[in-house]
């Protein structure tokens, strides 16, 4: 079946520019998570949705970053005013049941690069 | 928080030799510990993957085994092939709505043919 999917793969912006990064996870699963992974560096938490909960946003590095889901499935990550040291690769990931003790399915990523 | 350290960063062996990574956490309420692998370009995949009941766990060339009470956990790849050659991450999390997997760093291993 399908996996969960990432749009755009790349992203160029000019520094200060906003840039949206979609996330469309497996169908069903009611758990999403976005990373964000620097070269050479591990995963670095971001934010979480569990349903129909309110999110946990305690990985957001600055208010210049947001996220939506929109009906339980497709999501958003949302930066505003880039800055060159968000250039990362983005990564969402879902899991079938929240909880933290489930497979999650990750997808390619978004390459982003502010210039 | 949960904190989980992975080692080494790079491990390089000959196709054919054993490779181990290792990761320690912090707390105590973790019980589930995925392991996963990058390969260039892609999102990370689980590849094994073991519970806090169960001391070890093998899926052909790769194992993996856990120590609760000293807090630590292990990969274990036999028989390297040059296709195993990718980007390995430990995490460990506790079942839970509130719970977030923790990654450890990443581990880069290159089986040299």
């Known amino acids: 079946g399908a996996g969960v999917s990432q749009s755009p793969s790349n992203k160029v912006t000019e520094k200060g520019k906003d840039v949206e990064l979609r996330c469309d996870p497996i169908?069903?699963?009611?758990?999403l998570y976005w990373y964000r992974q620097s070269l050479g560096q591990g995963l670095e938490f971001l934010i979480y949705?569990?349903?129909?909960?309110?999110?946990?946003k305690s990985g957001l590095p600055s208010d210049r970053f947001s996220a939506e889901r929109t009906g339980g499935s497709v999501s958003t990550l949302t930066i505003q005013r880039t800055q060159q040291e968000d250039s990362a690769v983005y990564l969402c990931?879902?899991?079938?049941?929240?909880?933290?003790?489930?497979?999650?399915?990750f997808g390619p990523g978004t390459r982003l690069t502010v210039t | 928080g949960e904190n989980v350290e992975q080692h080494p960063s790079t491990l390089s062996v000959q196709e054919g030799d054993s490779a181990v990574i290792k990761c320690t956490y912090s707390?105590?309420?973790?019980?589930?510990f995925p392991w996963y692998k990058q390969e260039l370009g892609k999102g990370p995949q689980l590849i094994i993957d073991?519970?806090?009941?169960?001391g070890e766990k093998k899926d052909q060339r790769i194992a993996v085994t856990l120590n609760k009470t000293a807090k630590h956990f292990s990969l274990h790849i036999t028989e390297t092939q040059p296709e195993d050659s990718a980007v390995y991450f430990c995490?460990?999390?506790?079942?839970?709505?509130?719970?977030?997997?923790?990654f450890g760093r990443g581990t880069s291993l290159i089986v040299h043919p």
């Open positions: 990931a879902s899991s079938l049941w929240a909880g933290g003790s489930y497979e999650q399915y």
């Open positions: 169908s069903g699963h009611t758990a």
């Open positions: 949705f569990q349903g129909n909960s309110a999110p946990d």
């Open positions: 707390d105590s309420a973790s019980n589930y």
């Open positions: 073991i519970r806090s009941n169960v």
């Open positions: 995490a460990a999390s506790a079942s839970g709505g509130s719970y977030i997997p923790t």
